[in-house]
C-alpha cells in the first residue's frame, strides 16, 4: 500500500452530499493516489518542506454542531461547517444565492477540467468533499458579506469548494474567513466576473500552528474590476496559489497581501497574473512582518500575452524582518511578450532603521512602542485597499492584535 494510500485513506470517500459530483471526484481520487508528492528540487515547492503533511494520517471532522465566533459588523453571512453549507445559520442578501455545484456544472457555469490536476492539493480537494456550492451575486449587494468556514474538532482534516458567478454589473463584498488551529485545511476557491461585475474579495486566516492549502482562481472579462485581498495573521504551514486571468480587454484588478509571523510560521504565496487582452491594468502589493525563525516567500509573475498592448502592471514585495533568524525569499517576475505596456516589479527586505527609531526614542517613546508604531503604518495600506469600510473595521484590531504579540 502506498503512502498516499494508507495516509488519506480515510478521508479519500466522504460520505456523498452531491452524488452527481461521484464521477469527478473518483477521478480526482486516482489522479491524487498517482501523484509524485512535490519536493524541494520542484521549483515551485523549493521553501517548503512538505513531509509533514504527507506523513500525518487524517480524520475527516463531520460533527455539525459547532460553536461560531460571533462575526461584528456583518448583516448577512455564508456558513459552511465541515464544507457543508449551513442555511440555517446563514443569512443572504437580494441578489446572493447558494446551491449546489452540480447544478452550476449542469448549467454550464463551471468548466470540470478547471477543477482538477492542478497540483495534488487541487486533486486531494475535490477527492475528498462531499461536495461544492455554488454562489451567484445578479445584482448590486452593497452591504459586505461574511463567509465563515468553519470545522469541528471530531477530526484534523477539512475542505471547501466554492465556485463563484458575480454577473455583468453585479457587485459583491466579501470577507472569507478559514481561520483554524487544529485542521490541516484544503481550500479552492473558483471566480468568473463577468462584463462590468465588480468583486472586493477578502481572505482571512488566523491560526497558530494549522495547516492550510488555499488555491484561489480568477477570470475576468470586459469592464470587470477585481480587488482581492489576502490576509495572513499566523499559520503552521500556509501555502497560497492565486492565478488571474484577465480575458478581455479594460479591466482593472488590484492584488494585495499581508502576512504578520512569528515563531516558526511559514506562509508561501504564489501569484500569477496573466494578461491576455489589451488595455488592463493590474497592481500588486505584498507586505510581511517576520520575526523569531518564521519564514515567508512571494512568487509572483506578470504575464503579457502577444497583442495584450496597453496593459499596465505593477509589482511589489516589501518584508520587515524583526528578527536576524526570519528568512524570506521573494522572486517577482515579468514575462512580457507585446510592445506598448508599461510595467515593472520590485522587492525590499529589511528592518526598521536606527534613524527611524532615534526619532521615536527622542520624544520619549520606547522602542517596543516605536516598532508597533512603524509596524502599524507599514501595512495601513494594505488595509486601505480594501474597498468596503465594514472589512477594513473588522480586521483593524485583529491586525493590531498580531502586532502587540511580536516580542519587540
Known amino acids: 500500500m502506498s503512502q498516499l494510500t494508507s495516509n488519506f485513506n480515510t478521508i479519500l470517500s ?75 445559520r446563514s443569512k443572504l442578501p437580494d441578489g446572493l444565492s447558494v446551491s449546489l455545484l452540480s447544478d452550476a456544472i449542469d448549467k454550464d457555469l463551471v468548466q470540470l477540467d478547471k477543477l482538477t490536476n492542478k497540483n495534488i492539493f487541487t486533486n486531494l480537494n475535490v477527492a475528498t468533499v462531499s461536495t461544492g456550492y455554488h454562489i451567484s451575486c445578479t445584482k448590486l449587494v452593497s ?133 491576455l487582452s489589451p488595455n488592463s491594468t493590474c497592481k500588486q502589493n505584498y507586505k510581511g512582518i517576520l520575526d523569531n525563525t518564521a519564514r515567508a516567500v512571494f512568487d509572483g509573475k506578470i504575464f503579457v500575452a502577444v497583442g495584450a498592448d496597453g496593459t499596465a502592471a505593477s509589482q511589489l514585495n516589501k518584508n520587515i524582518l524583526l528578527s536576524n533568524t526570519a528568512e524570506v525569499d521573494t522572486k517577482p517576475q515579468l514575462e512580457i511578450y507585446a510592445d506598448d505596456v508599461k510595467c515593472n516589479h520590485g522587492a525590499t527586505l529589511g528592518k526598521f532603521s536606527d534613524e527611524e527609531l532615534f526619532y521615536f526614542s527622542s520624544r520619549g517613546i520606547d522602542k517596543a512602542a516605536a516598532i508597533h508604531m512603524l509596524s502599524s503604518g507599514f501595512v495601513r495600506d494594505v488595509l486601505l485597499h480594501i474597498e468596503n469600510a465594514e472589512i477594513q473595521k473588522y480586521l483593524m484590531p485583529l491586525i493590531d492584535k498580531q502586532l502587540k504579540d511580536y516580542s519587540f
Open 143 to 275: 452591504e459586505p458579506v461574511a463567509i465563515q468556514h468553519a470545522q469541528s474538532v471530531d477530526g484534523n482534516y477539512g475542505a471547501n469548494l466554492v465556485v463563484v458567478t458575480i454577473k455583468s454589473n453585479a457587485s459583491l463584498s466579501v470577507l472569507e474567513d478559514s481561520s483554524c488551529d487544529t485542521h490541516f485545511i484544503n481550500n479552492q476557491l473558483m471566480v468568473q466576473v463577468d462584463a462590468g461585475g465588480r468583486l472586493d474579495w477578502t481572505q482571512l486566516h488566523q491560526s497558530k500552528t494549522a495547516t492550510k492549502y488555499q488555491n484561489t482562481e480568477v477570470y475576468l472579462d470586459k469592464g470587470s474590476n477585481l480587488n482581492f485581498t489576502q490576509v495572513n495573521l499566523g499559520g503552521g504551514l500556509v501555502r497560497q496559489d492565486v492565478k488571474v486571468d484577465i480575458k478581455a480587454a479594460d479591466v482593472n484588478a488590484s492584488l494585495q497581501g499581508l502576512y504578520l509571523l512569528k515563531d516558526k510560521q511559514v506562509v508561501d504565496n504564489h501569484i500569477a497574473v496573466n494578461h
Open 14 to 88: 466522504p460520505q456523498s452530499a452531491d452524488i452527481k459530483l461521484n464521477a469527478l471526484r473518483e477521478g480526482a481520487k486516482k489522479s491524487f493516489l498517482v501523484s509524485a508528492i512535490p519536493t524541494r528540487r520542484d521549483e515551485s515547492w523549493r521553501y517548503l518542506d512538505l513531509r509533514p503533511i504527507f506523513e500525518s494520517s487524517y480524520k475527516y471532522a463531520k460533527d455539525q454542531k459547532v460553536s461560531l465566533e460571533e462575526q461584528n459588523g456583518f448583516s448577512y453571512k455564508i456558513v459552511f461547517i465541515n464544507g457543508i453549507y449551513d442555511s440555517s
